[in-house]
């Protein structure tokens, strides 16, 4: 489920990427934005997937000792801690990511469970007498942080069929921080947590989209000590979004806008636009929005 945060961000990047190519009369807006959201989506059932398939070679292994010609006591009697995982046995594959090669994924998966099971981790947890569910729950985060959101190999084919993969990457590693830390069921995803979430994502859109003229009006208008044709595309459309919020969500206490899309140029502009922004909206709060109320 994404958060406003994550709603603002994909918002912003359907907007920059209509705005590279707005020339183009085929360019839908409404489809960009709903592939951008379906690229979350599609990035969440993978990681899930991958948690999957590390369970199932880990299985596997123990059921190919077992037929070793000379197998050793720990062989016959395996210890089954981690395929018993009460996290990673609630994953299931039927939302399993078919744009994606299942020997890479296996390939991989495979040297993950090898790096795993050499971590100080790991091996306390397979040598820990009882159930936990708190040491579950850690030990499954941690597999994620370390061997999965923050593997090279993962990006490299995670790359290949989504531009938004870097931001992806990490919404959906916090969507599963959530979820399994309060319990969740991990194998379905909702894109808005409620209706009212929804409707913020494509009212903020449709409504920054079609007043774009008169937002810009009202920037170059505050901007008037900067040169307007050096600002910034992206702080352009982070002033705009901000500016349309503003206007169109009295639900939203303006602080709150302000530091959601200050905190956005930092991430997404230049080292400079945190000030710029800051600056263009405070005067808009105080020079035009207090007046009007």
């Given at each position: 489920m994404l958060p406003r945060r994550h709603i603002r961000i994909k918002v912003?990047?359907?907007?920059?990427?209509?705005?590279?190519?707005?020339?183009?009369?085929?360019?839908?807006?409404?489809?960009?934005?709903?592939?951008?959201?379906?690229?979350?989506?599609?990035?969440?059932?993978?990681?899930?997937?991958?948690?999957?398939?590390?369970?199932?070679?880990?299985?596997?292994?123990?059921?190919?000792?077992?037929?070793?010609?000379?197998?050793?006591?720990?062989?016959?009697?395996?210890?089954?801690?981690?395929?018993?995982?009460?996290?990673?046995?609630?994953?299931?594959?039927?939302?399993?990511n078919t744009k994606i090669d299942d020997i890479k994924v296996n390939n991989v998966s495979k040297k993950i469970f090898k790096k795993i099971k050499k971590t100080k981790i790991y091996n306390e947890y397979m040598h820990q007498d009882e159930n936990n569910l708190k040491i579950e729950k850690t030990l499954v985060l941690k597999i994620l942080k370390t061997h999965i959101i923050s593997n090279e190999e993962i990006h490299d084919f995670i790359e290949e069929h989504s531009i938004y993969w870097n931001d992806d990457l990490l919404m959906v590693y916090n969507t599963l921080l959530e979820k399994i830390n309060n319990d969740h069921n991990i194998n379905?995803?909702?894109?808005?947590?409620?209706?009212?979430?929804?409707?913020?994502?494509?009212?903020?859109?449709?409504?920054?989209?079609?007043?774009?003229?008169?937002?810009?009006?009202?920037?170059?208008?505050?901007?008037?000590?900067?040169?307007?044709?050096?600002?910034?595309?992206?702080?352009?459309?982070?002033?705009?979004?901000?500016?349309?919020?503003?206007?169109?969500?009295?639900?939203?206490?303006?602080?709150?806008?302000?530091?959601?899309?200050?905190?956005?140029s930092k991430e997404y502009s230049s080292p400079k636009s945190k000030e710029f922004v800051n600056g263009i909206l405070d005067k808009y709060t105080k020079d035009i929005l207090e007046k009007k109320l």
């Open positions: 912003f990047q359907s907007l920059y990427t209509y705005s590279q190519k707005f020339k183009h009369q085929s360019f839908d807006l409404k489809k960009e934005f709903s592939k951008n959201l379906e690229s979350y989506r599609t990035l969440y059932y993978l990681i899930i997937y991958l948690l999957f398939t590390i369970r199932v070679i880990a299985k596997k292994e123990i059921n190919t000792n077992k037929k070793k010609l000379l197998p050793k006591a720990h062989d016959l009697n395996p210890n089954k801690k981690f395929i018993n995982n009460s996290i990673l046995k609630k994953i299931t594959s039927k939302e399993k379905i995803l909702k894109l808005f947590r409620q209706k009212e979430d929804k409707n913020f994502a494509y009212e903020l859109l449709e409504k920054t989209i079609k007043n774009t003229d008169k937002l810009n009006q009202d920037i170059y208008k505050l901007a008037e000590n900067w040169d307007i044709e050096r600002i910034a595309l992206s702080d352009l459309i982070i002033m705009r979004m901000a500016i349309t919020e503003m206007k169109s969500f009295a639900n939203i206490p303006h602080k709150v806008t302000l530091d959601e899309y200050i905190d956005i």
